[in-house]
Structure formats: C-alpha cells, structure tokens
C-alpha cells in the first residue's frame, strides 16, 4: 500500500460512497485516538474526506480503521479471494486502487477474456448479442412482441 495514501481517483471514488466516509468518520470518532474528537465534529462530507485524506497517510490508526471500514463494506470482507470472484464486471477504478492496496493484487494485470466468464452473468454483453439471428428479430420488432407465434 502506498504510504503517500490513495491517488485522487480512489478518494473520488471513497467520498462518492456516503456510507464509507460516514462509517470511518463514525468508527474514528468512537475510537481513543487523539483526533477522535475532530471527527465527531465533522458532519459534511467535503471536511470528512478532507480530513480523512489528511490523516489517512501520516496516521497508521486512521489508515488501519479506514482500510478496515473499505474491507467490511464494500468487499464484505471477502479479501481472501481473487478479484474476478467478487463477480464485478465493469468495476471503477477508485474501487479497484482499493481493492490493490488492501489484498496486494492488481486486478488490471491479467484481464478475463469476455467469453471465460461464468454462464450465469447477469449483465448483458456484446457477445451475448452475437448468436441472434437478426432476421428473426426485426420480424419480432416489426410484428410486435408476443403478438405473433413463436416459430
């Protein structure tokens, strides 16, 4: 993880998730650490994450409750496994500097081709396209949906 903290794009990322900063903010103003009272006072999210970007690469116990807060809610603590098995199909990019910086992998290094995904996706693709046959379809479209007998 670097120690100079996240780049712009993943507190871009952090500070669009409300429930992440609210949930570090609030854990940190829980906490005994000398800044738990700055964070209690904060309430808007351009001084939480002002705040926590400050803090987050100078303070090993802001950056510990932080990281922690990203591994509970948006990995749900599943960061013993591969990337691809999380079964995010078009992920950001903020998420996945997070996801980099907590388990170590690049999740960029080795991309899975389209077709090696499982069968079951729930996102429709391109390829998913390519086995119509587009005859068929227009015949639909120009007939109406359900009004003419399947073939």
Known sequence: MAR???????????????????????????????????????????????????????????????????????FLGRTDRDFAQLGLHNPPRGLRWWWSALTGEDPDASPRPVRDRPAGHDQLSLDDLAAVDARLAMDQVHGGYGDEPAP
Not at 28 to 35: F, V
Not at 50 to 73: C, F, G
């Open 4 to 74: 100079s903290g996240p780049p712009a794009h993943a507190w871009d990322w952090f500070a669009r998730q409300r429930l992440l900063w609210r949930e570090a903010t609030s854990r940190l103003a829980r906490s005994d650490l000398p800044a738990a009272h700055r964070y209690a006072s904060v309430e808007a999210r351009a001084e939480a994450v002002a705040l926590l970007r400050a803090d987050y690469p100078r303070d090993e116990a802001v950056r510990a409750i932080v990281d922690q807060v990203v591994t509970d809610l948006v």
